[in-house]
């Protein structure tokens, strides 16, 4: 059964670099059967998808972080990374990463979530 | 506030029948994307209940079904339990914002 687990800098300040790690289990992200995407709740804005990653490279952002936000895939240690630069205590939120569902396509939904990490941007 | 609005809220007594609704737009729904919908408990991640408009993963029960017209759709809970209690949110793609966006999520309460 595939589980995602994220980790990464809990607390952040203001005008640095946000860096999550979500390891994956159960299943190999190399294998080019799935796509992976990073997703953040915050109360007051709810749920908003931020990123997606496809057959080892291939990147939809979404556009309103696209300056700022970038991922990447460990094959070797079967994770995904999420960078997100220059954060304000509007990037605090609970960051997910999940799978993507179906094929490739505007379709997809995201299935399953890992627990989520709470990042808090303060100085 | 969000591209695909839901009610903040909705409640029933066990064994009823609520319906969850999710209200689009020409860019999104209406194109013909199909909509999706999780249950998220709370302290917890979203769990996909339905995908493709329709269809129910496995250990998902029938009791929880979903349907799209025009630019809306709604999740239809029947039988309802004391642990369906949650949030519910809707999920679809808008091709105007070229984003996969979610609704603002409603919270069921049951009676």
């Known amino acids: 059964q595939l589980q995602l687990q994220e980790s990464g800098s809990g607390l952040v300040k203001p005008s640095q670099t946000l860096s999550l790690t979500c390891a994956v289990s159960?299943?190999?992200?190399?294998?080019?059967?799935?796509?992976w995407s990073w997703i953040r709740q915050t109360p007051g804005k709810g749920l908003e998808w931020l990123v997606y990653?496809?057959?080892?490279?291939?990147?939809y952002y979404n556009p309103s972080l696209k300056s700022r936000v970038s991922i990447s895939e460990d094959t070797s240690k079967n994770h995904l990374s999420l960078r997100l630069r220059s954060v304000t205590a509007a990037d605090t939120a609970v960051y997910y990463c999940?799978?993507?569902?179906?094929?490739?396509?505007?379709?997809?939904?995201?299935?399953?979530w890992g627990p989520g990490t709470q990042v808090t941007v303060s100085s | 506030q969000s591209v695909l609005t839901q009610p903040p809220s909705v409640s029933g007594a066990p064994g009823q029948r609520v319906i969850i609704s999710c209200t689009g737009s020409?860019?999104?729904?209406?194109?013909?994307?199909?909509v999706h919908w999780y249950q998220q408990f709370p302290g917890t991640a979203p769990k996909v209940l339905i995908y493709?408009?329709?269809n129910r993963p496995s250990g998902v029960p029938d009791r929880f079904s979903g349907s799209k017209s025009g630019t809306s759709a709604s999740l239809a809970i029947t039988g309802l339990q004391a642990d369906d209690e949650a949030d519910y949110y809707c999920?679809?793609?808008?091709?105007?914002?070229?984003?996969?966006?979610f609704g603002g999520g409603t919270r069921l309460t049951v009676l």
């Open positions: 999940a799978r993507v569902g179906g094929n490739v396509t505007a379709n997809n939904w995201f299935d399953p």
């Open positions: 159960g299943g190999s992200i190399s294998s080019g059967d799935y796509a």
């Open positions: 990653i496809y057959q080892s490279g291939s990147v």
């Open positions: 020409s860019t999104n729904i209406g194109t013909g994307y199909d």
């Open positions: 493709g408009n329709t």
């Open positions: 999920q679809s793609y808008d091709n105007d914002l070229n984003i996969w966006i």
